[in-house]
Nanobody
Framework: QVHLAESGGGSVQAGGSLRLSCAVS????????MGWFRQAPGKEREGVAA???????SYADSVKGRFTISEDNAKGTLHLQMNSLKPEDTAMYYC????????????????????WGQGTQVTVSS
């Protein structure tokens, strides 16, 4: 079973930055996908950014140019660098793991995520 644990959330003012991390362990698959999702109160969970085992990445339109997803294979860690934060970025952020590839030509093609972390809260004040 894949285990994920997020960290790095917090409270910042609009325009600030945060870096989320997700420690991932227990996977041995050569093809996989990892992603960041967020869920604000009263809203559905939405995909923010994904990176698959080929290194391909994809971003939601709302975060393109501001957020960067990366993976440190040696440390088994997934990161999300969030810059120019806006109040509408306020949400609980989750990392997820998929056993299938999910990015093709920059397009997020699969949302079949089977393993999730517990989440980390990000609050952006205006």
């Amino acid at each position: 079973q894949v285990h994920l644990a997020e960290s790095g959330g917090g409270s910042v003012q609009a325009g600030g930055s945060l870096r989320l991390s997700c420690a991932v362990s227990g996977y041995t698959y050569s093809r996989y996908c990892m992603g960041w999702f967020r869920q604000a109160p009263g809203k559905e969970r939405e995909g923010v950014a994904a990176i698959d085992s080929s290194g391909s990445t994809s971003y939601a339109d709302s975060v393109k140019g501001r957020f960067t997803i990366s993976e440190d294979n040696a440390k088994g860690t997934l990161h999300l660098q969030m810059n120019s934060l806006k109040p509408e970025d306020t949400a609980m952020y989750y990392c997820g793991f998929s056993h299938v590839a999910c990015v093709e030509d920059g397009i997020w093609t699969s949302y079949e995520f089977s393993d999730w972390g517990q989440g980390t809260q990000v609050t952006v004040s205006s």
